[in-house]
């Protein structure tokens, strides 16, 4: 909802500025952990990853907390003490499945996407309908250069939520590399239609209507950029 339009956006830039004063004006910082979790959060949104980390390592006892520094760190290339934190989030077995993905995801995004892979295939046998699941199989088998394989999974994931951006960029990438441009089009243009837009699929479809001469189209993809 935040990146829908720019006056929701700019809500939420008010808010974060209404916790910081909130939070510096403070003489007690046990008053105000509910709003510095907040503030860390928001902070984690806007893409302010360091200032996230500043603010949510001051409440990491908290599972929730230790959940975003993992976000936070994940972003900012530092898997192993995102697996840390995501480790330390851990909740009961029946709420543990996102924080699970994340790890496989994190192990993949390291370098391990055989791991990662163990990891989504024990959790595939309770979650088999998650679009997310998929879309992680399909990428560690990509990683792999297992491409056949990873694109029974790409469409998988499109199957059961079939506007998965995630997804939907993977397949206009993947296309696009095999220059079959027409796919990659059809699929880049589903996934900008997305919110949050990917800005590399706004980038890669200005490219591909450049080389088909599509001048007016290249040129409103590259200004969105």
């Not at 760190?73 to 995501?86: R, S, T």
């Not at 077995?93 to 996102?98: A, K, L, R, T």
Request: proline share 1%; glycine share 6%.
């Amino acid at each position: 909802k935040i990146y829908s339009s720019r006056d929701e956006f700019l809500k939420l830039e008010k808010e974060v500025k209404r916790l910081e004063g909130s939070i510096s004006e403070a003489k007690d910082s046990s008053d105000v952990k509910g709003d510095m979790l907040i503030l860390g959060i928001c902070y984690w949104i806007l893409g302010k990853l360091n200032e996230a980390v500043k603010m949510l390592c001051e409440l990491k006892s908290r599972k929730i907390a230790s959940y975003f520094l993992g976000k936070c760190h994940q972003e900012l290339g530092d898997y192993h003490k995102a697996l840390e934190f995501f480790e330390r989030s851990k909740r009961t077995e029946d709420e543990e499945f996102d924080i699970m993905l994340d790890i496989a995801e994190t192990k993949r995004m390291s370098g391990d996407p055989q791991d990662a892979l163990k990891l989504i295939q024990k959790l595939s046998k309770e979650h088999d309908d998650d679009a997310d699941l998929h879309y992680q199989w399909g990428y560690c088998l990509d990683d792999k250069g297992e491409y056949e394989d990873a694109l029974t999974h790409y469409n998988r994931a499109i199957e059961i939520t079939s506007d998965h951006p995630n997804t939907l960029f993977r397949l206009a990438y993947n296309f696009d590399l095999n220059g079959d441009d027409d796919k990659a089009i059809e699929y880049y243009e589903k996934c900008v239609g997305q919110v949050p837009t990917y800005t590399n699929a706004i980038m890669n479809l200005g490219i591909l209507y450049e080389d088909h001469e599509e001048y007016e189209k290249a040129v409103s993809c590259f200004e969105k950029v």
